[in-house]
């Protein structure tokens, strides 16, 4: 199968959501500077997809000098899992669900060590594997 975009984002504070699945690493969706100057978290970049069998993510973001982490989760079986929170840089970076789930979206956020610096959130994608066996009955007859 291979590498999936969303279909959709969402997210407050975020703009220009298509450009985290327009395939350009140098276009993204961005977050607004603030007037607090104190560390915090952006708010939570959704990003959507129909169901698919998918067992990791990948996604690129910037890497700014006050921009220190991202936290990621990915949604399946009626809950947000916890995949990833910690440093990263400005590449592709890969992250296993662990495991095949039936996964519809994901969400980041960046962590900034001075609220003032805006944050750039530039692609994800999700790993589709193929679809599961359907497990059924089969009948046979014998006719002679």
């Known amino acids: 199968m ?44 959704e990003l959507t997809h129909a169901a698919l069998n998918c067992d990791k993510v990948q996604f690129h973001a910037y ?29 592709w970076i890969e992250k296993s669900l662990g495991g095949e789930y039936s996964v519809t979206k994901a969400r980041i956020r960046i962590h900034r060590t001075n609220a003032g610096a805006g944050a750039q959130f530039n692609e994800f994608d999700f790993w589709e594997l193929p679809a599961p066996p359907v497990v059924g009955r089969s009948y046979g007859f014998i006719i002679g």
Do not use: Q
């Open 63 to 91: 890497k700014g000098v006050y921009l220190d982490k991202i936290d990621l989760d990915v949604f399946w079986a009626g809950g947000w899992h916890h995949i990833y929170e910690g440093t990263y840089s400005t590449a």
């Open 2 to 45: 291979g590498w999936i975009s969303p279909t959709g984002a969402s997210g407050a504070e975020w703009t220009d959501l298509p450009k985290t699945y327009d395939e350009n690493t140098n276009t993204g969706a961005g977050y607004s500077y603030s007037a607090t100057w104190t560390s915090n978290w952006t708010s939570f970049l």
